[in-house]
């Protein structure tokens, strides 16, 4: 398995830091591949390892990607089902180690998965216990949203973030689908502004009490039929009973419609989310139960009907339609991008969907550089930010990336005193950043027309094509040992290419990679130019045929050994 470029800077800056500090937070966004970074920085660390887990369906999950990554590390489990502290990596339910510390091993490494839960008392039971029998312990933390709602400090455990992966930049390389998120006054705005710090997830009685109205809910299904009336949608709601009456707003103009709350039974619950999944419902309309480690891939419209004090569950909430399709999921299936609709001041508030307040050069991150500063404890002539912050909060002094906004650590607001107030947004539009040199593969276009590309390694292909001229792209991949193709995608070109070349990253290696490039300068074979001799390509004489390197007669002679089934997977046979 081949790392993404981003991955492997997340990894060197992780190894870094831990080397500095002793202790390191990674941030990784939905879609960075979090499991696969800390499976390449346990590699680059060595040592017996712990992975902590907080839910049992991620032990397994975790275990599966971590081998890709280090198939020659002994794995074990320790959970209600396995209690094994054998292997060099073991992966645990931090409920079933919390009980069993008296047989600890000793640990170089801990790694915590969704560590933003460190703050339960297990974990730190367990890591007091590992620190006990090694001082020199390791601790490495890693989520995709730091901040808690609750605003307890990480501090404790980190006293740096080596890393950030923002959404922007996941959505740049074409890892998400891009969002087109629109702010919607329905006459409530000035009320809702009027109401300050609620909890992501407590009590939003007094938003209900704004938004909850049978002329806002009729406005509400209104503006989604404008602008994402044909789109899976979920729908994020201030209480039980708002959630209720809008899905009762969106049945009355025919739009097939559930509801899911967290004092619904489990059986009922997961009925509703398997109707959605199947595509009986289209509109599905939530109180904070689907915020976290929920994903639906054909949803590409999220609506807003809560506020968000904390920018991370605003994050989350949107990310719930950022995830690309797998075709061979959901066929025909087809996502472009993912629309907002904010009916409250959530994106008034936070400016934007991502943590990225643009200190951070671009060129530095292309060279893994990791630019740091301090978060503040103290104000000092010169200082480029309001202190205290404009909630009075004082600084922790951890070491942060530069383009940090809010401190993960301590929730300190870095507000610069030379930047006037963020003007009030109506859409997000995000760039677009070429991922071909980044590859370790080179992409080749076929026929001069950009819109049939493909790139080979030695156990498997891949290739990107519009049938329409550039208008919607087909991914396809397959293994050389496999007699079928797989549909990988079904969307935009550059999320297309993002996951074409992502299915090579997965089959193929470092060596075979390196290996490719050298065929890049190496002329084509005599072998190679009969093959595309018969499938009609001009090669004769020593000139013409020196227009094709190894590299380039074999994704020409793979595109047309496969031509058959990559028609078919088109739609074009």
Request: net charge neutral; proline share 4%; with cysteine.
């Amino acid at each position: 398995m081949i790392l993404r470029p981003i991955q492997n800077r997340a990894v060197k800056n992780a190894k870094s830091a831990l080397k500095k500090h002793g202790n390191t937070l990674v941030i990784a966004g939905t879609g960075a591949g979090k499991t696969i970074i800390l499976s390449g920085l346990a590699k680059e660390v060595r040592g017996k390892t712990l992975i902590l887990q907080h839910r049992q369906e991620l032990v397994q999950q975790n275990a599966s990607k971590f081998l890709k990554v280090n198939p020659d590390w002994p794995v074990s489990f320790f959970t209600a089902d396995q209690k094994s502290f054998g292997g060099q990596a073991v992966f645990a339910m931090q409920q079933t180690m919390c009980r069993n510390l008296d047989h600890l091993p000793s640990f170089d490494h801990i790694i915590c998965d969704e560590v933003h839960h460190i703050v339960a008392p297990t974990y730190s039971k367990i890591i007091d216990a590992c620190k006990e029998r090694n001082p020199k312990l390791l601790l490495s933390g890693f989520t995709a949203t730091p901040e808690r709602g609750d605003k307890k400090s990480l501090r404790k455990y980190f006293d740096n973030v080596s890393e950030k992966i923002t959404i922007r930049e996941l959505v740049n390389l074409g890892f998400l689908v891009p969002p087109r998120a629109y702010v919607v006054n329905v006459g409530a705005q000035d009320q809702l502004q009027a109401i300050k710090n609620l909890s992501a997830f407590g009590d939003q009685q007094e938003v209900a009490r704004v938004l909850d109205t049978p002329i806002i809910n009729q406005e509400v299904v209104r503006h989604w039929k404008e602008k994402a009336g044909d789109r899976k949608t979920i729908v994020f709601c201030a209480t039980c009973q708002h959630a209720h009456d809008v899905a009762e707003a969106f049945k009355s103009a025919g739009v097939e419609s559930g509801v899911v709350t967290g004092d619904m039974a489990d059986g009922e619950r997961k009925a509703t989310l398997q109707r959605f999944d199947k595509g009986r419902l289209q509109v599905l309309v939530n109180v904070a139960v689907l915020t976290e480690g929920y994903d639906s891939q054909p949803v590409s419209c999220v609506l807003l009907l809560r506020q968000c004090s904390e920018k991370g569950p605003m994050i989350q909430m949107a990310g719930r339609g950022l995830r690309t399709v797998d075709p061979e999921l959901y066929p025909g299936v087809v996502k472009k991008d993912c629309i907002i609709l904010d009916f409250g001041t959530s994106l008034l508030t936070h400016g934007n969907l991502d943590q990225d307040d643009g200190l951070h050069q671009e060129s530095e991150k292309e060279k893994g550089e990791a630019v740091m500063k301090i978060c503040p404890t103290e104000y000092s002539l010169g200082m480029n930010y309001h202190f205290p912050d404009k909630n009075g909060a004082e600084g922790c002094g951890a070491e942060v990336p530069a383009q940090t906004r809010t401190c993960p650590i301590c929730g300190f607001t870095f507000e610069r005193i030379d930047n006037q107030d963020e003007q009030q947004i109506q859409e997000i539009s995000l760039t677009e950043l070429d991922i071909l040199n980044a590859s370790p593969f080179r992409w080749v276009d076929l026929f001069g027309t950009e819109t049939c590309m493909m790139a080979c390694g030695f156990s498997a292909w891949a290739g990107v094509f519009s049938p329409d001229q550039g208008e919607t792209w087909v991914a396809i991949g397959k293994l050389q040992d496999e007699k079928r193709v797989h549909q990988l995608a079904l969307t935009g070109r550059l999320n297309a290419m993002a996951a074409a070349d992502d299915f090579l990253r997965n089959y193929e290696t470092d060596g075979s990679a390196k290996k490719n490039k050298r065929w890049l300068n190496d002329p084509a074979t005599e072998k190679q130019l009969q093959i595309l001799g018969k499938f009609g390509y001009d090669t004769a004489g020593n000139m013409l045929g020196s227009m094709y390197t190894k590299y380039t007669a074999a994704c020409h002679s793979n595109f047309h050994f496969n031509k058959r089934l990559i028609e078919r997977a088109l739609g074009v046979a």
